[in-house]
């Protein structure tokens, strides 16, 4: 079974950054891509961030440019860098390999709001 532990969430003001962590115990890190995923409140989750074993990355177009998803194998810890946080961007995030297993953590949130 797969231990999915996120931190690093909190209240920021528009235009701030953040930088969330997740440890991940089990063997799914060195083999899987890693995603970052977040919930707001009423919708879905949605993956909002994607980092493969060999550094390939993409992202949904509403953070392409402001976040950033790193990870560090020798960790087992993946990362995501907010800069320049909206609003819009309040939600529960999650990480999660990708494509998602039942495997979820209870998520950190992140407010932003002034």
């Known amino acids: 079974q797969v231990q999915l532990v996120e931190s690093g969430g909190g209240l920021v003001e528009p235009g701030g950054s953040l930088r969330l962590s997740c440890a991940a115990s089990g063997s799914i890190f060195r083999i899987y891509a890693m995603g970052w995923y977040r919930q707001a409140p009423g919708q879905q989750r949605e993956l909002i961030a994607v980092?493969?074993?060999?550094?390939?990355?993409n992202y949904a177009d509403s953070v392409k440019g402001r976040f950033t998803i790193s990870r560090d194998n020798a960790k087992n810890t993946v990362y995501l860098q907010m800069n320049s946080l909206k609003p819009e961007d309040t939600a529960v995030y999650y990480c999660?390999?990708?494509?998602?297993?039942?495997?979820w953590g209870q998520g950190t949130q992140v407010t932003v709001s002034s």
């Open positions: 980092r493969t074993t060999t550094g390939y990355t």
């Open positions: 999660n390999k990708e494509p998602p297993n039942s495997d």
